[in-house]
């Protein structure tokens, strides 16, 4: 924590489905001196991602959303691309959707909504045609979450309330709002140009809480790990789908599952996670499906580093479990 100035963070470890070890550190507002404790809320960034995608895929188990159905015909704003893309190309950054861009901070804290967010990417085409390679894209998520919001006649954050986070019991965990009173959610931090912790300037996440907009805990995101290793939330061809590397026309290998990085360690154990970064956060999940594993760290300070402590506690709980 010193060595990376992060105020305060969580740690939670799931073995075979039982929690092991969850600890909080350090302050969750220093203003205040209040501690981090289990239930604080921390910006989980990029790594809503992989929770919008469980979600998703439990969406399209149902039958509630197609997937593969072209998405700029249901879209105003996206109806002058010629080509069209799905949300199974959006979740894994296959559409040929920009990412942000400096010119996007001069209006994003107007966009109070994922509807109303489209509108930055109004007059832009696309980098090249959906499918044929990688493209990272938060925004290809927002746009997703807006085609998914037309079919359902639901907001996003409500189905992730009543589809995900009330049905595996994950109490700590809400999409993030700058106004609303939300107990327990800590105060974010950044360095300045000085190397010193000052208060994270201002950000309204409503526009994107599917791609980076998600608060939650430490131990709720293990419940959800959990519940994919050993529930009954999604079937087996959901989980392919989410574990499943995305194939590119134009590229020959991906570790690019839908909304999860799919990949392996350095020891050569099969890894399913994801990192995040965002102002007054950061974020690491990382599940190993054949160890049984899975590694949540939270922080709230805004880094860039969130993989190198996860590995190094994961890698300690490796040694134990291959060590018996």
Known sequence: METHKVPGMQIAVSHKGSLVWSQSFGYSNLEQNILVRPETKFRIA????????VLTARLYQ??????????????????????????????????GIRHYLPKDTLTINFHHSIQTGLNILKDDSLLFTPGHKFHYSSYGYNIAAAYIEK?????????????????LNMNNSIADHPYQIIPNRTSGYELNTQGEIINAHFFDNRYKIT???????????????????????????????????????GENESDTGFGWVVTKDERGNRLYGHLGGITGGCSAIMLYPDLELSVIW???????????????IANFFIDEIQRK
């Open 46 to 53: 990029s790594v809503s991602k992989p929770v919008s995608a």
């Open 62 to 95: 149902n039958g509630i959303v197609d997937i593969d159905q072209a998405v700029n015909d249901k879209l105003a704003c996206f109806q002058h691309i010629p080509e069209s893309f799905t949300v199974r190309q959006l979740f894994c950054h296959a559409a």
């Open 151 to 167: 079919q359902t006649n639901l907001k996003f954050e409500k189905l992730l309330k009543d589809s995900l986070f009330a049905p």
């Open 211 to 249: 791609s980076g907009g998600i608060l939650s805990c430490a131990e709720d995101l293990t419940k959800m790990c959990n519940e994919l290793q050993y529930g009954t939330y999604l079937n087996n061809n959901s989980q392919q789908l989410l574990f499943t590397p995305y194939k590119y026309s």
């Open 298 to 312: 939270l922080g709230n300070l805004d880094a860039d580093w969130s993989a190198e402590p996860t590995i190094t």
